[in-house]
T-cell receptor
Framework: KAGVTQTPRYLIKTRGQQVTLSCSPI?????VSWYQQTPGQGLQFLFE???????NKGNFPGRFSGRQFSNSRSEMNVSTLELGDSALYLC??????????????FGSGTRLTVV | AQSVSQHNHHVILSEAASLELGCNYS??????LFWYVQYPGQHLQLLLK??????LVKGIKGFEAEFIKSKFSFNLRKPSVQWSDTAEYFC??????????????FGTGTRLTIIP
């Protein structure tokens, strides 16, 4: 069973640009969550999607958005990039909300550097 | 709002030493508790989890954790560490609330360095 796949692995963008990150969950998993990981803040929750609907959202500005497709793949978009957006963006999948007994499986992340 | 505290930011131990990493959370309701590990250059992996039942939970690679509800704690332990345990360890809490309103809240992590 393939794990959670995130693409691209590395990305360098300049301030003001926008970026789209992709996450393919484990086959059969319908819930996808996104986290931002930085050395100072640790892992911060961005949002969770299930059945193409955003179920929960963290405390990030509206520049951070996401969506989920019918095949459960998810994308995250950050517009008007700022230097402080440089981070490792992690995606985690699970079968569905309420099936927490199986835990969350994380991908390897996308390392975004904003210059 | 729920929060998770990991008071040890960086722990340095010699091989064969015993390990205990602290984790405290602030939420009075029902929670699920997790410990994740991130080895250098690798993705987060689940070490162990607690949902209900026996508060002493055993995980992979000889790790265990004890849930003490009265102390809002879920400390991670290992009796004898190895050099390969060098990694960053994250405690995470999921509060059980209305369906669809769940999220994992992570602590800031503890970097563990094992000296051969």
């Amino acid at each position: 069973k393939a794990g959670v796949t995130q693409t691209p692995r590395y990305l360098i963008k300049t301030r003001g640009q926008q970026v789209t990150l992709s996450c393919s969950p484990i086959s059969g998993h319908r819930s996808v969550s996104w986290y931002q990981q930085t050395p100072g803040q640790g892992l911060q929750f961005l949002f969770e999607y299930f059945s193409e609907t955003q179920r929960n959202k963290g405390n990030f500005p509206g520049r951070f958005s996401g969506r989920q497709f019918s095949n459960s793949r998810s994308e995250m978009n950050v517009s008007t990039l700022e230097l402080g957006d440089s981070a490792l963006y992690l995606c985690a999948s699970r079968e569905s909300p309420g099936t927490g007994s199986y835990g969350y499986t994380f991908g390897s992340g996308t390392r975004l550097t904003v210059v | 709002a729920q929060s998770v505290s990991q008071h040890n930011h960086h722990v340095i131990l010699s091989e064969a030493a015993s390990l205990e990493l602290g984790c405290n959370y602030s939420y009075g309701g029902t929670v699920n508790l997790f410990w994740y590990v991130q080895y250098p250059g690798q993705h987060l992996q689940l070490l162990l989890k607690y949902f209900s039942g026996d508060p002493l939970v055993k995980g992979i690679k000889g790790f265990e954790a004890e849930f003490i509800k009265s102390k809002f704690s879920f400390n991670l332990r290992k009796p004898s560490v190895q050099w390969s345990d060098t990694a960053e360890y994250f405690c995470a809490v999921k509060l059980i609330s209305n369906f669809g309103n769940e999220k994992l809240t992570f602590g800031t992590g503890t970097r563990l360095t094992i000296i051969p």
